[in-house]
């Protein structure tokens, strides 16, 4: 699976948008782009994946460059419950049941009133 | 609510102790995944459960074992604990998976380890 690369650090002011970019240099034809966030210790949350077209959900957009080396997450409102860590992660779907994510560090969004 | 329910949500205990760790994974959900997140750490992957069968492996000690019963629910079995084992467990769950689109995960809410 391709290898991520994250921000580790970010500041949104509440309400306005999120931008939260991810850089996947590596990421193969098959694979997809997933993103996860996890508030402070919780289980982590689903949010959006994408295979290469943009995505979009009550939750956020997900911009998929045209190369597919790197995705952008968009909260389009952030409010303060959206500070969390935030993980972008790559994965192919596999023969049968086998799939495992591999995660970095994540980007660290802090929404500020 | 995710769906996935795990217990303990809290554990103390000393080295050189066994723990055993549950997870209920969401309904109709067949496969139960694995993780530990050390101190600031992200995620680490240990073991995939498919219907009752082991379906892949990541950095899983020897000193840890896993199941998945016929009810669906996992255990995770910690032995001989180490200090270095303290950490968040998560288990996650996913519907069937689809061969050509994958699905999300669903966590639960994890079960908090410390070893003293």
């Known amino acids: 699976d391709a290898k991520t690369t994250q921000p580790p650090s970010m500041d949104c002011a509440e309400g306005r948008a999120a931008n939260l970019p991810c850089n996947h240099s590596t990421i193969s034809g098959n694979e997809y782009v997933y993103w996860y966030r996890q508030i402070h210790s919780q289980g982590p949350q689903y949010i959006i994946h994408g295979l290469k077209n943009n995505e979009t959900n009550e939750m956020a957009s997900l911009i998929i460059t045209e190369d597919r080396k790197s995705s952008t997450l968009i909260l389009p409102h952030a409010t303060l419950r959206d500070t969390a860590v935030y993980y972008c992660i790559v994965s192919s779907p596999r023969a049968g049941n086998n799939r495992k994510l591999i995660w970095g560090l994540g980007t660290s969004l802090a929404v500020n009133p | 609510d995710s769906g996935v329910t795990q217990t303990p949500k809290h554990l103390i205990t000393a080295t050189g102790q066994r723990v055993t760790l549950r997870c209920s994974p969401r309904s109709g959900d067949l496969s139960v995944y694995w993780y530990q997140q050390s101190l600031d750490q992200g995620l680490q992957f240990l073991i995939q459960?498919?219907?009752?069968?082991?379906?892949a492996k990541g950095n899983i000690l020897e000193r840890f074992s896993a199941q998945q019963f016929p009810d669906l629910h996992s255990e995770l079995n910690l032995s001989s604990l180490e200090l270095g084992d303290s950490a968040l467990y998560f288990c996650?769950?996913?519907?069937?998976?689809?061969?050509?689109?994958?699905?999300?995960?669903?966590f639960g809410e994890g079960s908090r380890l410390t070893v003293l």
């Open positions: 996650a769950s996913s519907v069937v998976e689809y061969r050509e689109v994958p699905g999300e995960l669903f």
């Open positions: 459960y498919y219907n009752g069968e082991e379906r």
